[in-house]
């Protein structure tokens, strides 16, 4: 028996998608020549699908403090936070995020997808509950099966819904509910206001993942939460350093007394190394920058509302009313014209993420497009442009205001 | 074995989803038989939670194959109240 032979309907989709010149499950960046701009096949390209939000790849004082904690402490921790891969500068980040919280207490973990995994399956024990979004992360599930706690799954950002499930949960049960900010595939804001307060009603603890709202929602940047004002119903917070903080990595933040004794008990934080030490000053430095990055986050939101407006006029079925963050996410009719969509929108030099089912909802087909705040304003109109041709092109027709 | 009547309740929430107006039986599978994809299992069992005010948690999914599994799991979950 083959094992990989239960894959072949997934290798049958694959090969039926008539991908001829590019394909956007195997792109390869030849060269960054900017936070965005690249080589992909020899052209240059603009880059309006990195989640770089808030462009920091290149902040001058994030590379400079990665490459002196090259010098100064070498490639990597080669060990668990648990054992010996907790350096000052893992001490400090954690400080410098629960500082921009405004919490107590931090936990660093070495991915976005490793936080919310070890928060959740910690948090999920045998006779608790855990209530999620339909529309929640990979991330989120997988830290669902992984702990051993019941998990009810409400319809995306419904809260009547919700509340109809927290209802029929036994009253004295541990009960976790678990929601994003911004929905990383259609860009979309969650209810959070009314989603948290229902939940604290029904004395549930509370976890909001702000991976994609960190940088630019809220006065500070803390994202959705912040900017509702319900800071003060939020548990725990997950984020990561992958988007706004432009390197790699995951952190959990909360004012629990007991917080710490999740760095005991939390298999993906313990049995994994810990961040090197150059990406821990990187993501310290570039935290910094975002707490006092005004500028960055109103440019970003000038990028994201002007190609949202831009890609409307022209005709373009868009995912969301008006631009709700820097994801900007184009609705395609089906597999076919998504790929051709895709393709020859490369070969026009704009790189944006092909997104489809699995991990969008409603088997939708999508050109997810995320902008950057250090996208010129130039280079906005000439996405917006690029997109217009290439419907020309590939017989996609738009239905202008 | 399930009550027919939670069985004829279950068929009416997937008549919407038949797209291939597959004769529905106690035994037809989600996956092979009715074609629906695992996210649309999940929005169907919603569905189910709503129309008899229960909670059939995600964890249950992988053991409800057929429409009976389903069906003998909602009897069991509305029995224990």
Redesign the interface.
């Known amino acids: 028996m083959d094992l990989l032979d239960k894959f072949d309907a997934v290798a049958n989709l694959k090969a039926s998608l008539p991908f001829k010149e590019a394909d956007p499950f195997t792109v390869v960046m030849e060269e960054i020549i900017s936070e965005t701009e690249a080589v992909i096949n020899g052209r240059r390209t603009i880059l309006a699908g990195t989640n770089n939000y808030m462009g920091m790849t290149f902040h001058d004082e994030a590379v400079q403090a990665a490459k002196q904690a090259l010098d100064d402490f070498g490639t990597g921790t080669t060990g668990s936070r648990s054992l010996n891969g907790t350096y000052a500068s893992h001490k400090k980040l954690e400080e410098t995020i629960a500082d921009f919280y405004g919490m107590k207490h931090c936990m660093v973990f070495s991915t976005g997808y490793q936080a919310n995994l070890g928060m959740i399956s910690a948090l999920g024990g045998k006779d608790d509950y855990i209530i999620i979004d ?1 529309d929640s992360h990979a991330s989120i599930y997988d830290g ?1 099966s992984m702990s051993n706690a ?6 995306h950002n419904d809260v009547d ?1 919700m509340e ?2 927290l209802r ?2 036994p009253e004295d049960a541990g009960k976790l509910v678990v929601i994003e900010g911004i929905y990383s595939m259609l860009g979309d804001a969650a209810p959070v206001k009314e989603l948290l307060e229902v939940a604290k009603k029904y004395g549930c603890m509370t976890l909001v993942d702000e991976a994609h709202s960190m940088g630019f929602c809220g006065e500070n940047g803390r994202g959705v939460a912040e900017e509702l004002g319900v800071e003060h119903l939020v548990d725990f917070y997950v984020g990561t350093f992958s988007k706004s903080v432009g390197t790699v990595g995951g952190f959990a933040v909360s004012n629990h007394p007991k917080f710490d004794v999740l760095r005991f008990v939390s298999r993906p934080y313990i049995f994994t190394a810990s961040p090197p030490p150059s990406v821990v000053a990187s993501a310290t430095k570039a935290i910094e920058a975002i707490k006092h990055g005004g500028n960055r986050r109103a440019h970003l939101w000038e990028n994201a509302r002007r190609l949202h407006a831009g890609l409307k006029k022209a005709g373009f079925n868009l995912c969301t009313d008006k631009a709700e963050s820097p994801i900007i996410a184009v609705h395609l009719p089906d597999a076919m014209i998504s790929t051709k969509f895709w393709e020859q929108l490369i070969m026009e030099g704009v790189y944006v993420n092909m997104a489809a ?2 991990a969008t ?3 939708m087909f999508l050109m997810r497009v995320s902008v950057c705040a250090q996208h010129s304003t130039e280079q906005i109109d000439e996405i917006i442009k690029r997109f217009r041709t290439t419907a020309e092109k590939v017989g996609l027709e738009l239905k202008p205001e | 074995m399930a009550k027919a009547e939670t069985i004829e309740k279950i068929y009416e929430l997937i008549e919407p989803l038949n797209k291939k107006g597959i004769e529905l039986g106690p035994d037809v599978t989600f996956a092979s038989d009715l074609e629906l994809d695992s996210l649309t299992v999940m929005d169907l069992v919603a569905e189910i939670e709503d129309e008899f005010d229960i909670v059939l948690p995600l964890n249950l999914l992988p053991d409800l194959e057929t429409i009976v599994h389903v069906a003998d799991a909602v009897d069991k979950i509305v029995d224990e109240g």
């Open positions: 339909a669902c019941t998990i009810v799954r409400f319809k819904n109809r499930r029929r949960l089912p699995p909802p409603a088997g």
